[in-house]
């Protein structure tokens, strides 16, 4: 077994064909919140990676968890991040399309992934399927507002990272997210509403 990474909520270790994720202690939280809060996140992502599986989505499977470890033990997906492959410049418009027709399956299950960018993305090795990974930050939300932040963070790790495929890059995206999810329109109106106040806030 050996670490892999190491976030500000846990550490990833990878064990032959298995990714363990344990949540380490926060010494400046009081121990009983700290407990509290770390089991809650546990059980949601254990219970979003569960829901993922239901509607078929390509994502690791969960093979189990354990609220007192703190750890969550789940399928290890072989491929390449899509960071690095769009970097490279292979098909970026198919690919974005693909990104926003995935999130768009996420929204229409009501699951707001809360870190959506292309390193937590795998173009998988044999499929060459995009792979959504990492639901960490994830939770379920019916509210308009929650996807449209959704979007608007992504739209803002797109222009960072892939400045110069941007914003070309994000509109590929929309065009998916617009062909498969029906409430498309609803979600782009609070996005340009939760933008306009993104930038004001900048000024």
Known sequence: MEQIAQGAEAVIYKD???II??????NYRLPQ?????????????AKVL???EEIDFPAPHLRDFCDKRMSIIMDFVPGEKLRDVLLAGDEYQKLAQEVGEKV???????????????SNMIVHQETRELNIIDFGLSFFSERVEDKAVDLFLMDRALESKHYQLYPKLFENVLEGYK?????ASEVLKRFE???????NKNK
Not at 38 to 44: L, N
Not at 106 to 117: P, R, W
Not at 179 to 183: D, G, I, N, R, S
């Open 16 to 18: 032959n064909d298995t």
């Open 21 to 26: 994720k344990e949540r380490f202690s926060k």
């Open 33 to 45: 919140i700290d407990i509290s809060l770390r089991q809650f996140r546990t059980r949601r992502e």
């Open 50 to 52: 569960t829901k993922l």
């Open 104 to 118: 768009a399956k996420l929204h229409s299950a009501n699951i707001v992934h809360g870190d959506l960018t292309t």
């Open 179 to 183: 062909a498969e999810y029906p409430q």
């Open 193 to 199: 509403e939760v933008r306009l106040r993104g930038r």
